[in-house]
């Protein structure tokens, strides 16, 4: 919410160098930084938020990759 993205229409290594959205660049850049990752998001038909993925999905894989990472879901519901 804070960053505001809309749905994914084209993902950060689309851009040439300099062109993407700001928002974006922060975002990326903040994934790029990142030692690791521990995402919190509430549990959405079984799976993760569709605002979540929509996220994640604006960065390339590569950005993730090789770093401690965890998506923790919760649930208000028996199962």
């Given at each position: 919410m804070?960053?505001?993205l809309?749905?994914?229409q084209q993902p950060h290594?689309?851009?040439?160098p300099g062109k993407a959205p700001a928002k974006l660049e922060r975002l990326t850049q903040d994934i790029v930084q990142a030692d690791g990752y521990v995402v919190c998001s509430p549990e959405y038909n079984h799976s993760l938020s569709p605002?979540?993925?929509n996220m994640m999905n604006h960065v390339a894989?590569?950005?993730f990759a090789y770093k401690p990472s965890a998506i923790v879901t919760y649930s208000i519901g028996a199962g």
């Open positions: 804070e960053l505001d809309p749905l994914l290594f689309v851009y040439p605002a979540l993925a894989a590569r950005h």
